[in-house]
């Protein structure tokens, strides 16, 4: 069955939905099924999986299977869309595409945080912060908890806003929701502790391949976002230049550095991840101190980037278009 490709009047509507709707927990959502089905998976694979060997083909298994049925569902869900009305199709389109995309929760999550240091209820402020980092929060300072924050949304403007707008114009919305089966993987196996080294390195990799465009995309477009309102364009270009490739991932260097770069702050710096200290690079420089106006600011960043993003992905589709 033929699927409807993605248009720029249906992108636009996801994203448009993305801005206003975000995650509301009353609607299905399906990176949360996703996310039922690795934990499931991989109850089942461990059984089997007893040698190092062992773990790295059951994490190979893992990774194929989630990924390709993700792709598989949401093609297929759309197509029996189309079979039964253009209209269900167009609607189910949009759906997905809008599941694809993070722009409304990623800041609603991170306004939550600097609420609750607005208000000094720095238990809070952890607790919120734990639902949306994986380091451990319970221990951290006022300026450590800004710091992370402002860390997530920098990273999450790749993972959660570009590219999934990145794949919605390559591939419509079965690519991006498989990219987000890959993102899931990774935030929920791909860690480097003794329990995921070997188990996790198939959804670690993939998940590098994944955003190594989307990534470098969106340091471009933070520097242009903070030259445009921020005044830091340049100097988030020389951060990112200088300090992204420090990282030991090859992709979540590179938006938090232009981050730091456009806000004049520095990230990076030890963090504890399932009971393992991990000294992390700092990236940027010791401009400003932190305070929670960053917070507020990276938010800012991210919305920009990611209607920059939009309108990029939306003139592509625009001249494939009229090219066809």
């Avoid at 800004?146 to 860390?151: H, K, L, M, S």
């Avoid at 959660?160 to 993102?183: D, Q, T």
Wanted: aromatic share 8%; charged share 15%; glycine share 8%.
């Amino acid at each position: 069955m033929e699927v409807k490709k993605m248009n720029p009047s249906l992108l636009t509507s996801a994203f448009v939905l993305d801005l206003l709707m975000g995650d509301p927990l009353w609607l299905p959502h399906p990176v949360r099924l996703i996310g039922s089905g690795i934990a499931g998976l991989e109850k089942i694979l461990r059984r089997v999986a007893v040698s190092r060997v062992g773990e790295k083909g059951a994490g190979l298994i893992l990774t194929i299977t989630i990924v390709s049925t993700a792709f598989g569902c949401t093609w297929l869900t759309i197509a029996v869309g189309r079979f039964i009305h253009p209209y269900l199709e167009a609607f189910l389109i949009v759906y997905f595409s809008y599941a694809c995309l993070a722009t409304k929760s990623l800041g609603d999550a991170a306004n939550g945080v600097s609420e609750a240091l607005e208000n000094t209820a720095l238990p809070l402020a952890r607790q919120r912060l734990s639902h949306i980092v994986s380091r451990e929060t319970n221990d951290l300072s006022e300026e450590a908890m800004i710091r992370a924050t402002v860390e997530t949304v920098a990273e999450n403007t790749s993972d959660g806003v570009v590219a999934p707008l990145f794949y919605l114009a390559l591939g419509g919305p079965a690519l991006a929701m498989a990219y987000k089966a890959v993102n899931t993987l990774d935030s929920m196996v791909g860690y480097r502790t003794p329990q995921y080294r070997h188990f996790g390195w198939a959804s670690a990799r993939m998940d590098d391949w994944a955003n190594y465009f989307p990534a470098r995309i969106t340091g471009f477009l933070v520097a242009l976002s903070a030259a445009l309102f921020f005044q830091g364009g340049r100097q988030a270009l020389k951060i990112m230049q200088r300090d992204g490739r420090k990282h030991d991932s090859p992709n979540a260097g590179i938006p938090e550095a232009a981050t730091a770069g456009a806000l004049d702050i520095q990230l990076g710096g030890p963090s504890t991840y399932k009971g393992v200290l991990k000294e992390k690079p700092w990236l940027g420089d010791a401009g400003q101190k932190l305070e929670n106006r960053h917070i507020q600011n990276s938010i800012h960043l991210m919305q920009s980037t990611g209607v920059l993003m939009g309108l990029c992905a939306v003139i592509a589709l625009v001249i494939l278009e009229v090219a066809q």
